[in-house]
């Protein structure tokens, strides 16, 4: 099946700093990525909507000031997480879509903000 | 809100029995439903798919059952594996593709030996 990459897999940083999370589809195209969070034990929650050249769509409770998203070509969308907070530690995963149906998934970024 | 749930947290089975999760979804438009595996600190893996027009839906150990009257979805997995544990996610959507997903809450599968 069709691969998405997602890089870092884990990062640390300190509280009030960014950090920047990329999303690569490395075999097709993606004109669509999504990205979700995951806190231990839950289930994926959507935060966004990222369409290629244009502006992201957010989730209702999702600050887009603080998860700003950038969507600059088909195969990459990345995620940056702005003045990190340790609440703000959790497990981020991006999907592209492939075709109509199928939406793969890239392995995850553990982010903990110290 | 619409939501998908799930009704064990956690199941146990031996290996080489049968497992069967299941999954209940509330919004009657949903018309396209996907089990994902979830193995510790990894996104989701595709396991299979099934759209509102069927009721069974077969892959290679797995089967997906659609009982749209009562809203209800099962992951039958034959034969279990010590490979197949991981967290078992049901998703849907009502835009018929795999855009917008909405994931239940998960289910913990562990095999025993």
């Not at chain 2, 396991?47 to 509102?52: A, E, L, Q």
């Not at chain 2, 749209?68 to 991981?86: C, F, R």
């Not at chain 2, 849907?92 to 994931?103: I, N």
Request: with cysteine; glycine share 8%.
């Amino acid at each position: 099946g069709a691969v998405v990459s997602q890089h870092p897999s884990r990062v640390i940083c300190k509280s009030g700093t960014s950090v920047k999370i990329e999303c690569r589809s490395l075999d097709f195209q993606a004109t669509t990525m999504f990205w979700y969070r995951q806190f231990p034990k839950q289930s994926l929650m959507l935060m966004a909507t990222s369409n290629e050249g244009s502006k992201a769509t957010y989730e209702q409770g999702v600050e887009k000031d603080k998860f700003l998203i950038n969507h600059a070509s088909l195969t990459l969308s990345t995620l940056t997480v702005t003045s990190a907070h340790p609440e703000d530690s959790s497990f981020y995963i991006c999907s592209g879509n492939h075709g109509v149906t199928e939406a793969f998934f890239g392995q995850g970024t553990r982010l903990t903000v110290v | 809100g619409e939501s998908v749930g799930l009704h064990l947290p956690t199941l146990s089975v031996q290996e080489g029995d049968n497992s069967i999760i299941n999954c209940a979804y509330s919004n009657s438009a949903s018309d396209y439903f996907i089990w994902y595996k979830q193995e510790s600190g990894k996104g989701p893996q595709f396991i299979i798919d099934i759209r509102s027009n069927m009721d069974k839906r077969q892959g290679q150990r797995v089967t997906v059952l659609l009982n749209k009257t009562v809203k209800h979805l099962s992951l039958q997995i034959a034969a279990t594996q010590p490979g197949d544990s991981a967290v078992y996610f049901c998703a849907e959507t009502s835009s018929g593709s795999a855009r917008q997903l909405t994931f239940g809450s998960g289910t913990q599968l562990t095999v025993l030996p």
